[in-house]
C-alpha cells in the first residue's frame, strides 16, 4: 500500500512539473501549445539513449537532455512563432506530430512502436535512487528547485513583459519590447524545463514507447493548466493531484480498468469546458486579485 | 504509377469534401471546430451499428448516420458554442473548447464500442476490379465521384442558394449582416448542419472502405484542416489544390519512402506553408488582429 500511495505521489509530482512548465508559455505568455508532449517526449529519449546506448550518468543526461529539447524548442519556436492564435495551436498540434511520427517510424534512433526497455535506475555519487521513496524525495526535490525557479522567472522583468504581451501584444511592442523574442525564449525555457520530468519518468519507469507521448496527453497537460488557473502555480498543483488521483479513484468505485480510462478523459473533458465557461473573455482565467 | 494516380485521387476527393465541410463551419463560426473529428467518426459508428448490429440495408443505415451526426452537430452548437459565443470567449477558447468536446465525444465512442478496429463489408471480400493495371474497389470509385459530387453541390450551395449567400455574408462581416436582418446565429446553425452532414458523408465512405476506430475522425480531420490552411480560406480553388497536394504528397511519400511516413510529411507541410505562406495558395486575407 505505501508503495502505491508512493507511485501515486511521484507520478503527481512528475506532472505537476510538466505542467507548471506549460504554465509559462500558455499561462504566462498566452500562447496555447500542443507539442508540450512531445517535449516531455524527446526529455524521456534523451535520456534513455544517453543512458542504455552510451552508459552515461543522470547527472549528465539530465542537463543534455534539458539542452537538446531546449535547442529543438529554440529552432521549432522562431518557425512557429511567427504565426498567431488558431494558427499557432494548429502548427503546434502538426509539431506535436510530427514528433511522434519521428519516435514511432525511426527504427534505428528510438526502435520504434516498441520502445526503449532497460532504462537504468538513477545513480548520484553513488547513491542509488531505486527504491520509490529516494526516487520520491528526488522529484521532490526537482520540482521544488524548478518551481523556484519558475517563480523566479515570473517575477523578474522578463516575466513581467510576458504577462504584458498576453494581454496586450501590439501595445507592449509599442513601448518597445521586442514581443518575439520574448516569445521565444519563453517557449525554449518552457520545453527545457519539461525535458525533466520527461527525464525522470523514463528513469522510473525504466522502459518508454512512443504511446505515452501522443496528442492525447499534450491535451491532458493543457486542460491540467486551464483547470489549474492558466497563471496559478499552486492551482496547477492541486489540478494535476486531482486528475491523477481521478482514474485511481474510479478504480476504487469497481470500474473496469478500460473504462475507468474512457470515463477519466470525459470527465477532465467537462471540468475543462465548464473552466471555460466559467473564465473570463480572454486568456487569464483565474485572474489574480491584486 | 497509375496505382498511385489512382490513390491520390481518391484520397484527394475524401480530403475536398473533408475541408469545405470544415471550412462552411470556420467561415461562420470563426473558429476551428474540432469537435467536428468526433461527428465525423460518429457517423461511421452509426452506420455500423444500424448496419451490423441491428441489420438494416445499408442504404438505410448511412442515412440514419448521417441524420443522427447532423443531431449532434446542432446540440454542441446550440447548447455550448452559442453560449460562448455569447459570452464573447476568443477564438482559441472555443478551439480549446472544441478539443475538450471531442475528447468527451471520442471517449464515448470508445466505451460503448470499445477501442478496437471495426469493419463494415457490404459485399463478399474479393481482390477489387481491374483497368490499366489499377485495382480498385466500387466502394472507391462511389466514393470519389460521391466526393467531388458533393463538394460541387456544396460550391454551387454557397455561390447561389440565398442560405448559402447568408452564410457568406456572415463569415464576410456578422454585424453588417445582422444588420441586414440576417439572423447570424441561425445562419452558424445551418452552417453546423451543412458541415455536419458533409463529413458525415466522408466518414461513412471511410468507414466502410478501410475500417473504424475511435480515432479515425481526428486524422481525417486534420487533414481537412491542412487542406483548407494550404489552400487558403474562403477560397473554392483553394481547397481543391490544397486536397490535391496534400494527397499527392501522401502517397508519394507512400510510393517513395515508407507509407508511416505521411503523416509526417502532411504536417511539415502544413507547417512550411503557415511559415511562408499563412494565407494559402489563394491569399485571401483573413482578420485575425485588428488594432
Redesign the interface.
Known amino acids: 500500500m505505501t508503495e502505491y500511495i508512493l507511485h501515486l505521489l511521484i507520478l503527481i509530482t512528475i506532472y505537476v512539473l510538466l505542467a507548471q512548465s506549460l504554465s509559462l508559455t500558455t499561462g504566462f505568455a498566452g500562447m496555447i501549445s500542443l507539442a508540450h508532449a512531445g517535449f516531455y517526449g524527446i526529455g524521456a529519449y534523451a535520456t534513455a539513449i544517453l543512458s542504455v546506448n552510451y552508459h552515461l550518468p543522470f547527472i549528465l543526461t539530465l542537463p543534455i537532455g534539458m539542452l537538446f529539447c531546449g535547442i529543438i524548442a529554440l529552432i521549432v519556436s522562431i518557425i512557429a512563432l511567427r504565426i498567431v492564435d488558431d494558427y499557432f495551436i494548429i502548427c503546434t498540434l502538426g509539431i506535436q506530430i510530427v514528433i511522434f511520427s519521428i519516435m514511432n517510424n525511426c527504427m534505428s534512433l528510438t526502435n520504434g512502436p516498441m520502445g526503449i526497455p532497460g532504462i537504468p535506475s538513477i545513480v548520484i555519487f553513488g547513491i542509488d535512487f531505486s527504491s520509490k521513496f529516494l526516487f520520491l524525495i528526488l522529484c521532490l526535490g526537482l520540482l521544488i528547485s524548478f518551481f523556484n525557479i519558475l517563480r523566479k522567472v515570473i517575477k523578474s522583468n522578463f516575466g513581467r513583459v510576458l504577462i504584458a504581451l498576453s494581454e496586450d501584444e501590439i501595445y507592449t511592442q509599442s513601448t518597445g519590447k521586442n514581443v518575439y523574442n520574448y516569445k521565444v525564449i519563453a517557449f525554449t525555457i518552457s520545453a527545457m524545463i519539461a525535458a525533466v520530468p520527461g527525464v525522470l519518468y523514463a528513469h522510473y519507469i525504466t522502459y518508454i514507447d512512443p504511446s505515452s507521448f501522443t496528442v492525447d496527453e499534450s491535451i491532458f497537460i493543457l486542460s491540467i493548466v486551464i483547470i489549474g488557473g492558466m497563471r496559478n502555480l499552486w492551482g496547477i498543483l492541486f489540478a494535476t493531484a486531482f486528475l491523477v488521483l481521478l482514474p485511481e479513484a474510479l478504480r476504487f468505485v469497481g470500474l473496469p480498468n478500460n473504462i475507468a480510462a474512457n470515463l477519466r478523459q470525459i470527465v477532465y473533458g467537462i471540468i475543462l469546458i465548464a473552466v471555460i465557461f466559467k473564465s473570463g473573455s480572454n486568456f487569464s482565467i483565474f485572474k489574480k486579485k491584486n | 504509377m497509375s496505382q498511385v494516380i489512382f490513390n491520390i485521387l481518391y484520397s484527394s476527393a475524401i480530403i475536398s469534401l473533408l475541408a469545405v465541410s470544415f471550412n462552411i463551419i470556420f467561415i461562420s463560426a470563426k ?2 471546430n474540432l469537435a467536428h473529428a468526433a461527428i465525423i467518426t460518429f457517423a461511421g459508428y452509426f452506420c455500423y451499428l444500424f448496419y451490423y448490429q441491428l441489420n438494416l440495408s445499408i442504404w438505410f443505415a448511412s442515412a440514419i448516420g448521417i441524420a443522427f451526426s447532423i443531431i449532434i452537430g446542432l446540440i454542441i452548437e446550440l447548447i ?1 458554442y452559442r ?2 459565443r455569447k ?7 472555443m ?3 472544441s ?3 471531442y ?2 465525444l471520442q ?2 465512442i ?2 460503448i464500442w470499445g ?1 478496437d478496429t471495426k469493419t463494415i463489408r457490404i459485399s463478399d471480400v474479393k481482390i477489387g476490379n481491374e483497368i490499366l493495371g489499377v485495382y480498385y474497389t466500387n466502394i472507391q470509385l462511389a466514393t470519389i465521384f460521391l466526393c467531388i459530387s458533393l463538394f460541387i453541390l456544396a460550391i454551387l450551395f454557397l455561390q447561389f442558394h440565398k442560405i448559402g449567400k447568408n452564410i457568406r455574408a456572415v463569415s464576410a462581416n456578422s454585424e453588417l449582416a445582422n444588420i441586414q436582418g440576417i439572423n447570424s446565429n441561425l445562419i452558424i446553425l445551418w452552417a453546423c448542419g451543412i458541415g455536419s452532414a458533409l463529413s458525415a458523408v466522408a466518414g461513412i465512405l471511410v468507414s466502410l472502405d478501410t475500417g473504424l476506430s475511435p480515432v479515425v475522425g ?1 486524422n481525417l480531420l ?1 487533414y481537412g ?2 487542406a483548407m ?1 494550404i489552400g487558403g480560406v474562403g477560397s473554392y480553388w483553394g481547397l481543391i489544390w490544397g486536397a490535391l497536394l496534400l494527397g499527392s504528397a501522401q502517397h508519394l511519400t507512400a510510393y517513395a519512402i ?1 507509407s ?2 505521411m ?2 510529411v502532411t ?2 507541410i ?2 512550411l506553408f ?2 511562408w505562406k ?1 494565407l494559402g495558395f489563394s491569399g485571401v486575407r483573413l482578420k ?2 485588428e ?1
Not at chain 2, 459570452?87 to 477558447?93: D, I, M, N, P, V
Open positions: 473558429f476551428l455550448i453560449s460562448l459570452r464573447k470567449k476568443s477564438a482559441s477558447l478551439l480549446i473548447t478539443l475538450g468536446l475528447v468527451i471517449n464515448f470508445s466505451m477501442d481526428f486534420l484542416v491542412v490552411v515508407d508511416k511516413w503523416n509526417a504536417y511539415i502544413l507547417i503557415l511559415i499563412p485575425k488582429t488594432i
